[in-house]
């Protein structure tokens, strides 16, 4: 396969211009549009007649031009034809997940996503009778096995949170296109390192909230599709994402639009600082997990799929066997050391920490936990880049010798 770089991918775009010609593209906050001649509202209507057939926008609830700059530039990245900007990252999966199955039909996901994730397959979807089997998404014997006549999708995130499982996207998606299903991706943690859409996924799906946006002050989602499923969710009678209503504001997509051009830059630098504490706490002799070591079981199959430049992500995780222990650790290193902050999220420019199983994955039942192999323990550091690289190596040694680990 032809090598593949989302950045460049992305400034291959045709730049927006702002109002008087600024650098930046400007901010379309009105509600509704003007209609020239109203003869074509019908048209548009119908969807006939968009903005780039003679007509005009509409409302925007249903498409505005500045969320519309953004999700061509977040199609260009992941490689899909369109996208469709939502509220949020959950907002971007409820839609997905609602737009592709209906009563009665079914899903195979992978038991090691998002709490939230976790909670709407598990708990909210059942209740409108689509049911999901969650299985081990690395054991391709047990996904096949738990497709069903009436499955539609399988769901998996690149990296899983926060085991950081690794799927197999390739040979998901030759059991997806051979059984009818689509493969939904979450590709949340490896935005540009990994081009889900390239190895056969057919709709992937980001918390824009995270890496994406990268300053933490923001809620958004997005999800890549082909045009066909994009006008679906935007159609006015059926679309999930039109009727429900989770679309994007336009002073987010300006924000959101801003911070692109310094993506690639950020995940190649929290890549290398999460690389760099990663071989370190090996080498002490710490319980981590990191995608980049070699001793990553799924190391050699994420290399296959990473697009060459981008590392292995800003995520890392160090087991620390008990709650209390991951609890001293992360209080040392915050309030001692000035390490990062004890907070949920990721993807931010500072260090952030959480103890997974008593926060963003406490949606999921204990026993599930133990089964996924998520230790009470485990903390989940999302590597930041700010601050001296050496010096916060030094930090976390402290912190790892303070608390015993090594
Ligand atoms: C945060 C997160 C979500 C949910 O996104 P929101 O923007 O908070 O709604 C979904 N998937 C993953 C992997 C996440 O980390």
Redesign the pocket.
């Given at each position: 396969m032809p090598e593949f770089n989302p950045d460049h991918a992305m400034w291959a775009v045709r730049r927006e211009f702002g109002e008087h010609g600024g650098v930046t593209p400007s901010i379309s906050r009105s509600s509704t549009f003007t209609v020239m001649d109203p003869a074509i509202m019908p048209e548009i209507f119908d969807g006939l007649r968009g903005p780039d057939k003679g007509g005009c926008f509409l409302y925007s609830r249903h498409f505005n031009p500045t969320v519309d700059i953004l999700a061509r530039y977040l199609a260009a990245m992941e490689d899909t034809e369109a996208a469709v900007c939502t509220a949020?990252?959950?907002?971007?999966?409820a839609c997905a997940l609602l737009q592709t199955c209906g009563s009665g039909d079914h899903i195979v996901a992978s038991d090691t996503?998002?709490g939230?994730?976790h909670a709407l397959l598990g708990e909210l979807l059942p209740e409108m009778a689509i049911t999901t089997t969650f299985v081990d998404i690395t054991d391709m014997t047990a996904v096949k096995a738990a497709i069903r006549p009436e499955s539609k999708v399988i769901y998996t995130?690149t990296l899983g949170?926060p085991t950081l499982k690794v799927a197999d996207l390739n040979a998901l998606s030759r059991l997806a296109n051979g059984h009818g299903l689509l493969l939904v991706v979450?590709n949340?943690?490896s935005p540009m390192m990994i081009t889900p859409a390239r190895h056969g996924a057919h709709v992937v799906?980001h918390?824009?909230?995270?890496f994406i946006n990268g300053a933490s002050d923001l809620?958004?989602?997005v999800i890549c599709s082909d045009k066909e499923m994009a006008n679906r969710f935007m159609d006015l009678h059926r679309g999930r994402v039109m009727l429900l209503g989770p679309t994007m504001d336009p002073r987010s997509a300006f924000d959101l639009i801003q911070r692109l051009p310094s993506l690639a830059m950020r995940m190649r630098e929290h890549s290398r600082r999460a690389m760099a504490m990663a071989k370190r706490l090996e080498v002490m002799g710490v319980a981590v997990v990191y995608p980049g070591l070699s001793t990553h079981p799924q190391h050699r199959l994420l290399t296959g799929i990473c697009n060459p430049g981008y590392g292995y992500g800003g995520i890392l995780t160090i087991d620390c066997q008990t709650r209390e222990k991951a609890e001293a650790l992360m209080a040392f290193l915050q309030n001692r050391e000035q390490f990062g902050f004890i907070a949920v999220?990721?993807g931010y420019f500072d260090t952030l920490m959480s103890c997974s199983g008593s926060s963003?994955s406490s949606e999921i039942p204990p026993e599930d936990q133990s089964r996924m192999g998520l230790s009470p323990g485990l903390v989940r550091i999302s590597v930041g880049y700010t601050g001296d690289l050496s010096q916060r190596m030094l930090q976390l040694e402290n912190a790892i010798k303070k608390i015993g680990l090594a």
């Open positions: 949020s990252g959950m907002a971007a999966i996503v998002y939230g994730t995130e949170n979450d949340t943690f799906i918390s824009l909230t995270k809620i958004a989602g999220s990721l963003t």
